[in-house]
Structure formats: structure tokens, C-alpha cells
């Protein structure tokens, strides 16, 4: 089950961070969501993986570690929300912009009306 | 224990949702309750810092939890001067975002301003590991919503990246909490600090991790080179008080690094000397990137970030030495650069709305040229640290603090020579913005911007109270000036507050001591 659940996350995490490093934004929104899902297995295994115990203290027997569960649980919530205001931020900047790139366009670096001549000479 | 301590929490969210579900129309109405919500935020504030100054750690217990379990809340002089702050600055920029008409180009200005607040007075107040990732969260969706206010294509291109950055930050953080929690067994700060204390020396590996990565979490949030790319693009895009209000944001990450690296990993450990060792190369790097980025740009308000980014590098220069003497110098410098940031955003945000833009070229004269000069000529003396104002005297805290450090030369030699750049960084682009225009007077060769001017002519009529904008602007510009007056006594609280935060003893037994009364 440990090996299990270690290559779990290092595939996640290896395919979020591939994805994060893309230009488009779908890929993006994609790379975080991978990687919420890698920080959530994390975090549960982080109060050791112990199976078919209950997360409450009772005389004597195993437990699972409820602190990590409550914690998921959050961390859960906070990365659902956040996915969902990063995916409507995207869709607002591909519609006012006309494409989905990540990078700042051209008008970010030079001022309008610009002549291009000058702008090689600069950089 | 006081019930006051969880009211900067409270207020702020109770504000933001009164005026999301009761006032949502009534623009006024928002303005009256959020400008008052704010300065009662500082009255407490104000309060707190009484409290805080007798010198004795105050303690919230949430439902009155015993504290391991439980989440506390926690006043020390660091907390409570990190909330003044925030009102402070809150209260002048709100006052220039009314009084310029910038809480009207879009919704919710107001109720987001609330919700900001809370997250970084929560964040400020804390004192459990993951309390302070939820209210790092709370303040990045208020920022978002902040950030792109007002809309437009650059504006949410921008946030966008802001975003994707500041989610990778905040799944670091989760890694870095789940790392220190699977070592140590407690989220609660003070208990955290007690059993890495107890922790044999060879069993540290794990904790050396979880501690590094908790330091890149806070560098992204304080905007530390290599992890400084957001926020240019961010800041220079962003609505100009909200840039200003993000003046503290980036200082909600050096309070972090303060916070854990004296109270959790104190001096003399192994975990300390590796996050020194890192801190101190970005440190310089931050301060040489951001004064060279002055001088590079081309855009105001890239200039203003690139301002900000050196001023974290002269804060995490003092903050690297992790000595009392860093630390009060890097205490007032802290403010000095909050004050100063806020105020160069604010500066830059009225060139632009008179301007029509903010890109350092020919223009026209703007209206009211001299005024806004003399305003932009007395911030660039602060923000480079210049005599007289607090900027300098905060450098020279900086370099006196380092004085005995092995790598002292080179911490000297960066200072003064990014000074010397960011002196003339911040002329020229005065000199253009100012000057050179004047001289040219309305017959000026800059046809395109004069063509463009039609649309983009500043209309001061959409400003409903113009002379409150500059008002706030003066406001923040005579912080500087008190806090270059009143020095002594500052450096006195910060001499206090370095000492209370390098004997962490104090907090320790405040959280875990005491709780008889508890659950």
C-alpha cells in the first residue's frame, strides 16, 4: 500500500507540475487540480497509513489519525473553490483577450503604438 | 484575556457580509460602513498595541479549547503592530479608492476590502500552523477578486497568472504543514517549537525539509528572487489602491519567516544556518534585481513593484541575520517600507488617471503637475532612503545591524550601490514624468498620446472627492515623516519586539501553561 500510494502522488505531482509549466490555461487549471489531488493523498498519509481502523480513540485498539482527515477535508474545499475562481478567471481573460495564453502579450512590455523597429533595438 | 484579540478577525467579516447581503446598490451606504469598519479596526488596533505593550503574550482560545487541540489566537508586539499597520494602511488607501472613484469601476470593492482584511489580520493573529494557511487563503480569494477589479484584458491576463502562481504557493504550503505535522505530531506553533526543541539532532532531515519549504512559501508570498516574477505584471496591472493595499500582502510573507524561524526553528539549530545561509544570497539578489528593475522599465507602475521587490530585499537582508539587532531594524524598516510602497502605488495610480497613461513617455502636462511632483519627488526620497526620511534611517538601522557579519562587505557594497542606481532610477522617471513634459508644454511632438488623449483624457469628474485622494496620499506621507520624527521611541517598541520574538519562551508557556480553565 505504501508503494502504492508514494507513486500515486509522484505521478500526480509530476503531471500537475508538467502541466503548470504549459502556456495555455486549460493545461494550468489542469497541472493545479493534478496537484491538489497529490497534496490531499499527501496530507492523509502524513498521520501514517494505518487500514481498517476507525479515527477515534477507543480502549486499547488502533486508530487512524483524525487530525489529517480534518485537514484533507479542508484542504479539499479550499482547493475546489480556488480551481473554480481560476477557471472562471481564465475563461474571462481568453474571452476579453481572444486566446488562452498564459504569458502577458506584447502591450504588456511596450507602450502602445510603439514602433516595432525600436522595441528590437531595446531588447 | 481580552475578547478584543479575535475582533480584527470578526469585524472585517461581519463588515464584508453586511455589505454584500444588505447594501449591494448602494454605493454610499458601502462606503460609510466599510470606511467606519475600518476605522474601528484601527481603534482596536490601537488598543491591542496597548495591550500587547506590557510586554506579556495574550492568548485567545477559540471555544475556550485547551491549546494543543484547540486554536489559539495570539498577541505578541509583533502581531499587534502588524494589525496598526494594516488599519492604517487600509483606512488611507480606502480613503484615496473613494475619493478617486476607483470602489465604483466595479462590484463588491468594498466587501472584498473587508474580507482582505480579515484574512491578513488573521493571518497576523494566529498561532496554529494551519489556521494561518486558511487565512492565507481567505486573503489570496479576496485579493483575486480585488486584483481584477475593474476589469479589462491586461487586468485579468495578469490575474490569471497571479492565480496560477499563487496556487502553486499555497499546495507548497500544504506539503510543507503535511511535512512539519508527519515529524512533529502537532499544528499548533508553540507546541511545534516544544517538540522540534526535544528533537535529537540526527532525526532533523525531515524537518530541515518541511522548514525550506515553508521559507519558499513565504518568499513567493514576499515576492523574494527567483520567486518575484508575479509580481510586476501583478502590481502594475492592478486597480492602484489595491497595489497599494498589496503593500502589505508581501509583508504578510516576511511576517511568516519572522514568526517560524525565531519561534519554531530558533537560533543555534542546524534547520536556522540552512535557511540563513539561503536568505541571505536571495536577500541581496531581491534588493539588486528590484533596484536594477527601476531602472529597466519603462512603465510606472512596473516601476512601483520593482520599488517593492527592493525594499523585501533590504527587509530580508535584516531579517537573514536573525539577531536581535536584524530583527528590530528589520521591524522598522518594515513599516517604513509598508507606509512608503503604499504611498508610491497611490502617487503612481494619480500620475495615471491624469495622464491618460503610465508609460514613461512624452506627454502632456497634467493638472495639477506640480502638486503630484511634489508628492512623487518626497516618496522617491523615502522609497530610495535618501536623508531625511525614514527610509534612510531605516538603511542605515540595516547596515548597522550587519556591521559584524561575516558577509558584511558584500551586504554594504549591495546597499549603497542599488541606492545609488534607485537614486537615479527614480530621477529620471521623474524627470520624464515632470519635467521633460512641462518643457514641452501642450505644442509637444507626442501626437499619438495627444490623439489618444480623447478617450483617455483624465476625467478628474469621475473622481468624486478628489482633494480626499490626495488627502490619503498626504496621510500616508506624514506616517513617513512621524516615523522619521518620532524614531527613538519607534526603534525602542522595535528593540522591544526583536527581544520578545528572539526569547520565545515567553510565547511558548503562554499557549501551553495556564489552562486549568479550558476544556
Redesign the interface.
Known amino acids: 500500500m505504501e508503494l502504492l500510494l508514494s507513486s500515486a502522488i509522484g505521478m500526480l505531482t509530476a503531471a500537475g507540475t508538467y502541466l503548470i509549466l504549459r502556456k495555455r490555461s486549460f493545461a494550468v487549471v489542469l497541472g493545479t487540480t493534478m496537484l491538489s489531488y497529490a497534496i490531499n493523498l499527501f496530507l492523509f498519509s502524513t498521520g501514517r497509513l494505518v487500514v481498517n481502523a476507525p479515527p477515534v480513540l477507543h480502549d486499547g485498539g488502533v486508530y487512524t489519525d483524525p487530525l489529517p482527515q480534518a485537514l484533507v477535508l479542508t484542504a479539499i474545499v479550499i482547493s475546489f473553490g480556488m480551481t473554480a475562481v481560476v477557471l472562471m478567471m481564465a475563461l474571462g481573460a481568453f474571452l476579453e483577450g481572444g486566446d488562452d495564453r498564459v504569458d502577458m502579450p506584447r502591450g504588456d512590455r511596450v507602450p502602445p503604438n510603439h514602433p516595432p523597429a525600436a522595441e528590437d533595438k531595446g531588447a | 484575556m481580552s475578547h478584543l484579540i479575535i475582533a480584527p478577525v470578526v469585524l472585517p467579516a461581519v463588515m464584508g457580509a453586511l455589505i454584500i447581503l444588505w447594501m449591494r446598490q448602494d454605493l454610499l451606504l458601502q462606503r460609510v460602513f466599510s470606511i467606519t469598519g475600518t476605522t474601528l479596526l484601527m481603534a482596536v488596533a490601537l488598543y491591542l498595541n496597548v495591550l500587547a505593550g506590557s510586554g506579556e503574550v495574550q492568548v485567545y482560545r477559540l471555544g475556550n479549547w485547551a491549546a494543543p487541540f484547540g486554536i489559539v489566537l495570539m498577541l505578541d508586539r509583533l502581531a499587534a503592530l502588524m494589525l496598526l499597520l494594516t488599519a492604517v494602511l487600509a483606512l488611507a488607501v480606502q480613503l484615496y479608492a473613494v475619493g478617486s472613484g476607483w470602489d465604483g469601476k466595479g462590484r463588491h470593492f468594498h466587501a472584498l476590502w473587508q474580507f482582505q482584511l480579515m484574512g491578513v489580520c488573521g493571518a497576523f493573529l494566529t498561532g496554529d500552523a ?1 489556521n494561518l494557511f ?1 487565512f492565507f ?1 481567505i486573503l489570496l ?1 479576496a485579493s ?1 477578486g480585488l486584483m ?1 477589479h475593474g ?4 487586468r ?6 497571479y ?2 502562481y499563487n ?2 504557493g ?2 507548497l504550503f ?2 510543507a ?3 512539519l ?2 515529524v512533529t505530531g502537532t ?1 499548533n506553533m508553540a507546541d511545534m517549537a516544544v517538540r522540534v526543541a526535544a528533537m535529537p539532532a540526527q532525526d532533523t532531515a525531515l524537518l530541515r525539509v518541511g522548514a525550506v519549504l515553508l521559507m519558499l512559501v513565504f518568499a513567493i508570498k514576499a515576492a523574494l528572487v527567483p520567486l518575484h516574477f508575479w509580481l510586476p ?1 501583478t502590481y ?2 492592478a486597480p492602484g489602491p489595491v497595489a497599494a493595499l498589496f503593500a502589505i500582502m508581501t509583508k504578510v510573507g516576511v511576517y511568516g519567516i519572522i514568526r517560524f524561524f525565531t519561534l519554531v526553528f530558533p537560533q543555534d539549530t542546524a534547520i536556522e544556518s540552512v535557511v540563513a545561509d539561503l536568505l541571505l544570497p536571495a536577500a541581496l539578489f531581491t534588493l539588486a534585481i528590484g533596484q536594477i528593475g527601476i531602472l529597466g522599465t ?2 510606472l507602475g512596473r516601476l512601483a513593484g520593482f520599488a517593492a521587490i527592493g525594499s523585501i530585499g533590504t527587509l530580508m537582508i535584516a531579517v537573514a541575520q536573525f539577531t536581535p539587532q536584524g530583527t528590530s531594524a528589520a521591524v522598522y524598516y518594515l513599516i517604513h517600507s509598508t507606509l512608503a510602497a503604499g504611498a508610491l502605488f497611490l502617487i503612481v495610480d494619480m500620475i495615471g488617471v491624469r495622464r491618460g ?1 503610465l ?1 514613461l ?1 512624452l506627454g502632456g502636462v497634467m493638472p495639477g503637475n506640480g502638486l503630484i511632483a511634489a508628492l512623487y519627488f518626497v516618496v522617491a526620497i523615502a522609497v530610495v532612503g535618501m536623508p531625511p526620511f525614514s527610509g534612510f534611517i531605516g538603511k542605515l538601522l540595516v547596515m548597522q545591524a550587519t556591521g559584524t557579519a561575516p558577509a558584511m562587505l558584500w551586504i554594504w557594497a549591495t546597499i549603497l550601490t542599488t541606492s545609488l542606481i534607485a537614486i537615479y532610477a527614480m530621477s529620471r522617471a521623474g524627470t520624464i514624468v515632470f519635467w521633460k513634459s512641462s518643457e514641452l508644454g501642450q505644442a509637444g511632438p507626442s501626437g ?1 498620446f495627444r490623439e ?1 488623449g480623447d478617450e483617455h483624457t483624465p476625467n478628474l469628474a469621475h473622481a468624486p472627492a478628489n482633494w480626499l485622494a490626495v488627502a490619503a496620499v498626504v496621510l500616508l506621507l506624514s506616517g513617513i515623516v512621524a516615523l522619521t520624527a518620532f524614531a527613538g521611541p519607534v526603534m525602542r517598541f522595535a528593540e522591544a519586539t526583536a527581544a520578545q520574538l528572539h526569547n520565545p519562551d515567553a510565547y511558548v508557556s503562554a499557549v501551553l501553561e495556564g489552562q486549568e480553565g479550558t476544556k
Open positions: 494551519f486558511v487563503e480569494i483575486y481584477i476589469g479589462g484584458e491586461m485579468l491576463r495578469a490575474g490569471v497568472q492565480i496560477a496556487l502553486a499555497s499546495t500544504l506539503v504543514l503535511g511535512v505535522y508527519s499544528l505584471s502594475a496591472n519603462r512603465h497613461d508609460w513617455r499619438d489618444r
